[in-house]
């Protein structure tokens, strides 16, 4: 493959990361119409945004096996037309509920195969590129921009343009096709191959490294706070706040996503100078800040404050970051390197199950108020800081 036509190929392979993220939180400030303009009880918004996790993990799990041997091209823009398919069919939520709850299934499909297959496709068209490491740079900004345009537009559209719940899915079908017809000329970076045969040697290296006494006492405690803290910060806090915005609530909405988001990425260069092979600092670092924003919600919430949102989402989002770093750090060092994917995957798996922390909260807000909920995360929080802090300088791999 010629290296200039690989180097003008990046773009719109970048731009199909892009798409993925956007349709994947482009729900945040839809959720806040479902809720406020619709009136929505919160336990079946809270199922809903908790369905795409059940669409992305296996989108995950099959995305890369399936480019390795049909192409990453060709996997990538058929996960495009998924996602386009499915931000059309978020359109009819007015008519129907449950086609928010197919349509969340499969934006999970589409982003989780777009994610392990359009990654390595990047990095593999960015190869040419003078700066080392471009291609996960351009993988990482791509996606996590994609993340915090989606919800910043969305909320936009929803706020001042007519038909809230239907136009900002239709500009992402759009965006998604415009994307699809970009990618048909971007070169192939892997060749069709047969499937890649199990291999015990590398289960056996995986299964050493999950079963560490560091993973399981450091690296999986921190876990569940990744995506906790994102959740909580732009799922959860701002429908809680909704009449202090009156008006202006999925804009709201999509601004604390942004925030949240951009701090996230923002704060992830802070854990490699955190980071020391022969301590948990950043873990520990990571897992603070994530409990000090959950306090801060909880205060938000308890005086109706929309600006302690927004301070609660700075610090949640510093969190969220913080804490992914430093567990995918930990990992590097307790795996081989053959086993580092398969093992950060199972790691992955961990952090995801911070996603169903909205559903959570909404089914046990009728035993008790929210602040009180909050605050209980946070003491559950305070109780992994100490297991992690235990063991923080032992079992150094």
């Known amino acids: 493959m010629p290296a200039d036509r690989a180097a003008r190929g990046w773009l719109p392979a970048a731009a199909a990361l892009f798409a993925a993220g956007w349709g994947a939180n482009q729900f945040t400030p839809l959720a806040v119409v479902y809720r406020t303009q619709e009136h929505w009880p919160s336990v079946p918004v809270a199922a809903m945004f908790t369905t795409y996790l059940l669409g992305l993990l296996p989108g995950l799990l099959l995305g890369g096996p399936f480019a390795d041997r049909l192409g990453r091209r060709r996997v990538v823009r058929h996960a495009l037309v998924l996602s386009a398919a499915a931000s059309a069919l978020l359109a009819a939520a007015d008519m129907s509920q449950n086609a928010v709850y197919v349509s969340r299934l499969a934006t999970g499909v589409a982003a989780g195969v777009i ?15 003078k700066r080392p490491g471009a291609g996960a740079r351009r993988a990482t900004y791509a996606t ?27 500009v992402h079908s759009l965006l998604a096709l415009l994307v699809l017809g970009a990618t048909t000329t971007v070169p192939e970076t892997a060749r069709p191959s047969p499937v890649v045969p199990w291999e015990p040697r590398i ?11 560091r993973f399981v006492r ?87 404050s929309a600006g302690l949102v927004l ?24 795996a081989t390197p053959k086993a580092v994917p398969s093992t950060a995957f199972l790691h992955q798996g961990a952090t995801y199950s911070g996603f169903l922390t909205p559903l959570f909260l909404a089914v046990a807000a009728g035993a008790a108020p929210y ?4 605050a209980a995360l946070a003491a559950v929080g305070l109780l992994c800081l100490v297991i992690t802090a235990r063991f923080s300088r032992r079992s150094l791999p």
């Not at 854990?271 to 994530?290: I, Y």
């Not at 602040?371 to 909050?374: D, E, F, H, R, Y």
């Open 115 to 129: 994610l392990t297959a359009g990654t390595p496709w990047l990095e593999e068209l960015s190869s040419g590129a």
């Open 144 to 170: 996590g921009g994609g993340f915090a345009a989606g919800a910043l537009t969305a909320g936009v559209l929803a706020e001042w343009l007519p038909q809230p719940m239907v136009l900002p899915c239709l």
């Open 218 to 304: 450091v690296v999986l405690p921190a876990s569940p706070a990744v995506f906790c803290a994102a959740t909580v910060a732009y799922v959860v806090l701002p429908s809680l706040v909704a009449d202090r915005v009156p008006g202006y609530a999925p804009v709201f909405s999509g601004l604390v996503t942004a925030l949240t988001l951009v701090v996230g990425m923002a704060v992830q260069p802070l854990a490699v100078r955190l980071d020391h092979a022969h301590s948990a600092r950043a873990t520990l670092v990571s897992m603070v800040t994530v409990i000090a924003g959950l306090l801060v919600g909880a205060c938000a919430v308890y005086g109706n």
């Open 371 to 374: 602040p009180a909920l909050l």
């Open 311 to 334: 301070a609660a989402a700075v610090l949640l989002g510093a969190g969220y970051g913080l804490t992914l770093a430093s567990g995918l750090m930990e990992i590097e060092r307790l």
């Open 203 to 213: 289960a056996r290296l995986r299964r050493a490294a999950v079963t560490h006494r």
